[in-house]
């Protein structure tokens, strides 16, 4: 009975843990940091890695370091296609915002199906996706159907399939739902969309290093993703995005800027796209922020996605669990997936108060986060999270539950995703 | 007589200049770096606000720091306006990249000014922003008309005039251009500009922190630029961009993301921009990036753009007069305007061999660069170039073109602005 599981038994799951070595590869404290999905940990090897890049990059190379921090935008993006995305060589970029790479990649797939009039997007999706597509329909005369979604379960893929008509020009889904961390089938999904010519466009942000997504094998077209939620790569990392091989030459985005141009420094008079996903650049690169995905990348590499996905979900049931053992008698409810096989790497759960109790629980050492209406998410990464963590932020809710100590609480909003 | 100018009294000149302690808040060495144009020098308090940030900020504040760094794109913005540009509070945000908010506000003024079909810009203007504006054309059916332009002294006001006609959107210019250095009478354009019903949108990655652009007193409406030159915000930092505060609820961009939402955190169903600048925004914001913004400011507030702006003239008029000695009997023309009142802060020369004796200069230890077609770029930045710096860069010029030492290095591209 997980209601009765006692704290030593999950103590013994993290000593069985083959990634529990990976836990010191973070700077970690008494903190049980159940945010990761939204800002993950600091990698023990990036204030020295970035230090250096300051010092000997930035302070001795100075200009003389573009030749080769102009490569890192796509070396940086094999990495991420290598260890995170199951995809190839040159179809990985690290570029500007998630937001901004939506913008291209939805209007680069809108110009590739002209004629076509319909957007399709899940009515619960994350705001930033939701509103790109509000501009870009707006902009351009397109209809963007909002299908209907459960706030608890995701979109149900019956609700796609019955909307994918000829009329359907590109479809924007998150693999991993921010809210309640529903998982879709990426294969089937984009197989569906691809029957009526209609492209995909994955947004990958609560996936990557998360789920495997195996871009390759799922037949996926276009993707964009952050890199500061389980990629660790610090607060506003860049973000990347995804083209597959086939499909780049027939792509162009909106945004001409100098680092998409073929053979940039020739500086020509007229904007010719890059081969390959350079096309998809647009301005100088970030260098910082690209420079401390390295060391987050190198720990994910060791784990290998795999294993990172098996521990998630093994922390997510044990998460499950327990609420059902401990808070539903408090008026909990789970407002995820409870299927693991169409649950991503966090789990939340309703309350009416359930701002104030992710108050309560940061008073509690614990921080999780609020999402409207009535969430608590909890997203515990498994390159750092041990199982007892989990034990313990649910033995501290219940707590907070029993003493209902969020009645001594404020109630009002902040908080980044 | 410059060319007698011995090199202890340009060593006085460093003595009295009230800029020269300010060095020493830069991390400097033997190298005479003549590139600040290109990527500024690593301040010295720099490093260690950084590592601070990483530690403290991301390590151990984690997902809480973000009520704190929220406000930086616009915090640091503000700081921007007040020490570098002459504008308001309000007016000046962190975002995106250069390239990425100069498609951002030149859509937004052709939005704004439906009906008229013509874009002007500079035939020499940087790569990136006549890109940009193909884009849009080629997007929208306009016009983009490029101006002919001189490649030494930039572009002439009176060329401008004649094409300002009442079909003119917009004009898209750098006050200070990147090749010759050319400064542009931003009030004077901006005003003709204005008769005929046209905004203006300033790029002033080549003027910003170098000469004191006034965006106030002289009647900017738009204007964009870049961190990492004369700011010292390191490779890749985020750029910037100016609305002036009147006009900013009549603008709307075409990348609507979270950030520039308004009530962002409350996740509406429609998108709707943001009152004031925060509409410009679109993606989660590059904390580090910005972060390093800081220190630079530090610095820069305390020399005052005006003493910059007195120096720089003086760099690059003893600059010229040794050219004058020295280089011209050797093949080198002055490729900038020769009226101070007319010039930037950096200063070309041209040489049919300008690219192997950029590389060859290196090799003596002097870092300037070379730009299409056949020109060297030396930019000195007041805050930590001394006057010897440019006396001994132009002797080892002289040593260079009397040796014709270029003959020995290979020729071939390379280089980032």
């Given at each position: 009975?997980?209601?009765?599981?006692p704290?030593?038994?999950?103590?013994?799951?993290?000593a069985?843990?083959?990634?529990?070595?990976?836990?010191e590869?973070?700077v970690t404290?008494?903190l049980i940091?159940?945010?990761?999905?939204?800002?993950?940990?600091?990698?023990?090897?990036?204030?020295?890695?970035?230090?250096?890049?300051?010092?000997?990059?930035?302070?001795?190379?100075?200009?003389?370091g573009?030749?080769t921090?102009?490569?890192?935008?796509?070396?940086?993006?094999?990495?991420i296609?290598?260890?995170?995305?199951g995809?190839?060589e040159g179809?990985v970029?690290?570029?500007?915002?998630?937001?901004?790479?939506l913008?291209?990649?939805?209007?680069?797939a809108?110009?590739?199906?002209?004629?076509?009039?319909?957007?399709?997007?899940?009515?619960?999706?994350?705001?930033?996706d939701?509103?790109?597509l509000?501009?870009l329909a707006?902009?351009?005369?397109?209809?963007?159907?909002?299908?209907?979604?459960?706030?608890?379960?995701?979109?149900?893929?019956?609700?796609?399939?019955?909307?994918l008509?000829e009329d359907?020009a590109?479809?924007?889904?998150?693999?991993?739902?921010?809210?309640?961390?529903?998982?879709?089938?990426?294969?089937?999904?984009?197989a569906?969309a691809?029957?009526?010519?209609?492209?995909v466009?994955?947004?990958?942000?609560?996936?990557?290093?998360?789920?495997?997504?195996?871009?390759?094998?799922?037949?996926?077209d276009l993707?964009?993703?952050?890199t500061?939620?389980?990629?660790?790569?610090?607060?506003?990392?860049?973000?990347?995005l995804?083209?597959r091989r086939?499909?780049?030459?027939?792509?162009?985005?909106?945004i001409?800027?100098?680092?998409?141009?073929?053979?940039?420094?020739?500086?020509?008079?007229?904007?010719?796209?890059a081969?390959?996903?350079?096309?998809?650049?647009?301005?100088?690169?970030?260098?910082l922020g690209?420079?401390?995905l390295d060391?987050?990348?190198d720990?994910?590499?060791?784990?290998?996605?795999?294993?990172?996905?098996?521990?998630s979900?093994?922390l997510?049931?044990?998460?499950?669990?327990?609420?059902?053992?401990?808070?539903?008698?408090?008026?909990?409810?789970l407002?995820?997936?409870?299927?693991?096989?169409?649950?991503?790497?966090?789990?939340?759960?309703?309350?009416?108060?359930?701002l104030?109790i992710?108050?309560?629980?940061?008073?509690?050492?614990v921080?999780?986060?609020?999402?409207?209406p009535d969430?608590l998410r909890?997203?515990?990464?498994?390159?750092?999270?041990?199982?007892v963590?989990?034990?313990?932020?649910?033995?501290?809710?219940?707590?907070?539950a029993?003493r209902?100590?969020?009645?001594e609480?404020?109630?009002?909003p902040t908080?980044?995703?």
């Amino acid at each position: 009975m997980p209601g009765d599981m006692p704290r030593q038994s999950v103590i013994q799951w993290d000593a069985e843990d083959p990634l529990a070595a990976l836990r010191e590869r973070f700077v970690t404290d008494d903190l049980i940091y159940l945010d990761g999905n939204s800002l993950g940990r600091l990698p023990a090897a990036t204030p020295e890695h970035l230090a250096r890049l300051v010092r000997d990059g930035w302070g001795t190379d100075l200009v003389r370091g573009w030749p080769t921090w102009i490569e890192w935008p796509r070396r940086i993006g094999d990495r991420i296609a290598a260890h995170a995305l199951g995809a190839r060589e040159g179809e990985v970029i690290i570029s500007d915002s998630t937001s901004v790479n939506l913008y291209k990649l939805a209007a680069a797939a809108l110009d590739a199906r002209p004629g076509r009039r319909t957007i399709l997007a899940d009515a619960e999706e994350f705001p930033t996706d939701r509103y790109l597509l509000q501009g870009l329909a707006a902009q351009r005369g397109h209809t963007l159907r909002m299908l209907p979604s459960d706030l608890d379960e995701g979109l149900d893929p019956a609700t796609l399939e019955a909307a994918l008509t000829e009329d359907v020009a590109l479809v924007v889904l998150s693999a991993v739902s921010y809210r309640c961390g529903a998982l879709l089938d990426i294969a089937a999904v984009t197989a569906a969309a691809r029957r009526v010519g209609a492209y995909v466009l994955w947004d990958l942000s609560h996936a990557v290093g998360s789920v495997p997504v195996e871009l390759t094998a799922n037949g996926v077209d276009l993707a964009v993703g952050c890199t500061y939620k389980y990629l660790n790569g610090g607060p506003g990392a860049p973000a990347f995005l995804y083209v597959r091989r086939e499909l780049q030459e027939s792509l162009r985005q909106p945004i001409w800027g100098w680092f998409g141009q073929r053979d940039q420094f020739r500086m020509s008079a007229d904007y010719e796209p890059a081969p390959g996903p350079d096309r998809f650049l647009v301005g100088t690169p970030p260098v910082l922020g690209m420079a401390a995905l390295d060391p987050a990348l190198d720990v994910l590499a060791v784990a290998g996605v795999d294993r990172v996905r098996d521990k998630s979900v093994r922390l997510g049931r044990l998460m499950i669990d327990l609420a059902d053992a401990w808070l539903a008698p408090h008026g909990f409810h789970l407002a995820s997936p409870r299927d693991q096989g169409r649950r991503g790497g966090h789990v939340s759960l309703r309350h009416p108060e359930a701002l104030r109790i992710s108050r309560a629980l940061a008073a509690a050492g614990v921080v999780g986060d609020y999402r409207e209406p009535d969430r608590l998410r909890l997203g515990p990464a498994p390159l750092y999270t041990r199982y007892v963590d989990v034990w313990d932020a649910m033995h501290r809710l219940r707590d907070i539950a029993e003493r209902r100590a969020w009645t001594e609480v404020p109630a009002e909003p902040t908080r980044v995703t």
